[in-house]
């Protein structure tokens, strides 16, 4: 089952902040996000292992509520070079271990205008 | 320079035709997976590999076939059986545990019907 991103679609104006969220069903050993631009291939961002651990890559970091089964990207200060849609892929428990593999959600649009 | 090479970047299938897509790797990564992106859906995956000559069906594995002769190649062969097949194809590859490692992809592949 595909975790759920939320919201769909935002907006922004440069300079603008914005969070994604990423829920899961399931328990989770780990939650990855990237970034796809129109017709090229996603780009890893980040990686989170721990719950509430928070992981920074320029002014992008992420949170994981490890207990909630819930992840969160924060955008701060956004960049016109932010535009594209984000995936949150989780890995998740299974049978007491991991099947190593990634389930996406259905991707976040973000569209930052000048 | 490392990375994955996916080709054709487009193809076009007949009825009742099938059709490989190929994948190759230079990063020495013992996984490898296929994806299917369609608009809206996110990246859902169709088979993946940990090791060479070994391979499991994730979540819509039907009309889909792989093999994993070498650890560098992971070809993907559209069958006849499956009757929408237009879509955008990625592959990745990893390290594995999943958890720690991110996924790095290939250009695509897009799949039209003639």
């Known amino acids: 089952q595909q975790p759920v991103q939320s919201p769909q679609a935002v907006i922004l104006r440069e300079g603008e902040d914005a969070v994604i969220n990423c829920s899961s069903s399931k328990a989770l050993y780990s939650v990855h996000w990237y970034r796809q631009k129109h017709g090229e291939a996603p780009v890893f961002l980040m990686i989170l292992l721990k719950g509430g651990e928070q992981k920074g890559h320029e002014k992008i970091s992420a949170s994981f509520n490890e207990k909630k089964q819930q992840s969160s990207l924060y955008l701060t200060a956004s960049q016109l070079s932010y535009s594209g849609t984000y995936f949150c892929g989780t890995e998740s428990v299974n049978g007491g271990g991991s099947n190593y593999k990634l389930t996406f959600g259905k991707g976040t649009l973000l569209t930052v205008n000048p | 320079d490392g990375g994955i090479t996916q080709s054709p970047k487009y193809l076009f299938r007949k009825e009742g035709q099938n059709v490989t897509l190929s994948c190759e790797q230079n990063?020495?990564?013992?996984?490898m997976y296929w994806y299917r992106q369609d608009p809206g859906q996110g990246l859902r995956l169709i088979y993946y590999?940990?090791?060479?000559?070994?391979?499991q069906k994730g979540d819509i594995a039907e009309g889909y076939s792989v093999s994993r002769e070498k650890k560098e190649s992971f070809p993907l062969t559209v069958t006849s059986a499956q009757k929408n097949p237009t879509a955008f194809y990625l592959c990745?590859?990893?390290?594995?545990?999943?958890?720690?490692?991110?996924?790095?992809f290939g250009d695509g592949t897009r799949l039209s019907i003639l």
């Open positions: 990063l020495n990564h013992d996984a």
């Open positions: 590999s940990q090791i060479v000559n070994d391979f």
């Open positions: 990745a590859s990893g390290q594995t545990p999943a958890r720690n490692q991110p996924q790095h």
